[in-house]
Structures are given as C-alpha cells and as structure tokens.
C-alpha cells in the first residue's frame, strides 16, 4: 500500500515573513492529517523559516531545484549539502518550468536527480506531455522518452528513494486539470515503464502524484483513483486553507 504524498510547490512566491505566518495557520489544518506525507517546497531563501515553522510537525520542507555539484566556482547554484544543511528533505526536479525557461535536460534531471540522492534528500521528479504531444497522440511516447533519458538511468537502488509527479504541461497554472481517467491513463503508462525496468516490486511501490490545476474541489475524484498516490499542487498551495482542503480532501 503507497502512503499518499501530498506536495506544495510555491514557486516563485511568498516571502520569509509570509512564510512564517503561512505555517500558523495551515499546521493547526493538517495536525490529524496521517493518512498523507505532506511536504511544502519553498523557494531556497524561505528554507530555513520553513524549517523552523514547521519544526515538531508533520510537515517536511523541500526545494524547487538542486544543482549537480556538491561545490565549486557556480555563481547562483545550490547544491544538495546546502539543503540538506538547513533542513530540506525533499526536492522537485525537472519540473515543466524548469525545461521550458532554463532549458533542463532529462540528462540535467539525471544528474540533479542523483546529486539529491547523494545528500540524502527525496526527489520529486517531475514528467509529462505538452499540449502539442497530446493532441498529436505523442502522449505515451513523450513520457517514455522523459524516462529513458532520465530516470531509467538510476539504479535500482537510487529509484526507490524517487517520486514521480506526472505533470501534463496543458494542465499546469491554465485551471485545466486532467481529468481522473486521463491521469490514470498515464500513470498506469508510467508505472508499466517503471515495472519493465526495475520489476514488479518496485513499480507496485513507486509514489506516481499527480500535479496541474489541483484543487480541492476536485482532489477527491483524483484520489480515489488507485494509480495516483498524491498530488504535486502550485498556485492552490499558496493559500494555506485550500492547501489543507486538498491535503484533506
Ligand atoms: C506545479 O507547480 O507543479 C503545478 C502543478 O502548478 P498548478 O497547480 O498551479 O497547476
């Protein structure tokens, strides 16, 4: 059985002292809430006011992105010793914003994937189709392709420490959610990928979330559907009441 995974992803949003007053109000939401993992990533300089908001919770705080490098002469990068230094447990990597404006390859999600790794913190690696592949009928090749250059290039060891979000790029910010069959569809997609890679044991225990548009009103529908072990949830993680209504759908 594949313990939900419920995940907040800010962006580029919210700051320290936003940060603090958020976790008042949402941890008292979420005390009760054991059925799911919740995390929040925040934005790099918010880590630490995160971590010491939530300190004594069940809440784990993440990152948006972590570069390949433990150090070294990258003016701007971040590096997993760092976060793990302030207490970050989980990281997003790959995600569709990050390929689309920064140009991340799967070759540059594998090495930020196994750089997480390697510090100790949990990977949510993001995959998913653009509209154009979609409508194309390119979608099942568009994830194949993502986990071949990427993800399928850890071992089998590496993998089961990794999340996977599939995150529809038509879906993500545009309040087009997917609906529950079509993201069943390609989680089921995904994890017979995961299951002709490492085996049936490890793909029965791979969290698949699901992330684009989330919100409570329809996080039930979504969750009641076998193949999706949590959402990935951007612009509706924001308000701590709505974050808490999905978390607790
Ligand atoms: C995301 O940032 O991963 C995401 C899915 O965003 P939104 O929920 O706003 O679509």
Sequence with gaps: ???????????????????????????????????????????YVNIPAAVAAAAGSRVEIGAQNVFWLQEGAYTGEISGPMLAGVGARWVIIGHSERRQYFHETDEAVLKRTQAA??????????LGERLEEREGGGTEEALRAQFHGGLARLSEQQFT???IAYEPVWAIGTGKTA??????????????????????????????LYGGSVKADHTKGLMAQTEIDGAL?????????????????
Aim: aromatic share 8%; with cysteine.
């Design 233 to 249: 949830v951007g612009g509706a993680s924001l308000d701590p009441v709505s974050f808490a209504s999905i978390v607790n759908f």
């Design 161 to 163: 420490r990794v999340a």
């Design 179 to 208: 609906t529950p069959e079509i993201a069943t569809d390609a989680h089921r997609h995904l994890r017979g990928l995961i299951e002709t890679r490492y085996g049936k044991q490890v793909a029965a225990q791979t969290r698949i």
């Design 1 to 43: 059985m594949r313990k939900l995974l419920m995940a907040g992803n800010w962006k580029m949003y919210k700051a320290a002292g936003e940060t603090t007053a958020y976790f008042e109000k949402f941890l008292p939401l979420v005390t009760a809430s054991s059925h799911a993992d919740i995390v929040i990533c925040a934005p």
């Design 117 to 126: 790794l390697e510090s100790g913190l949990r990977p949510i690696v993001c």
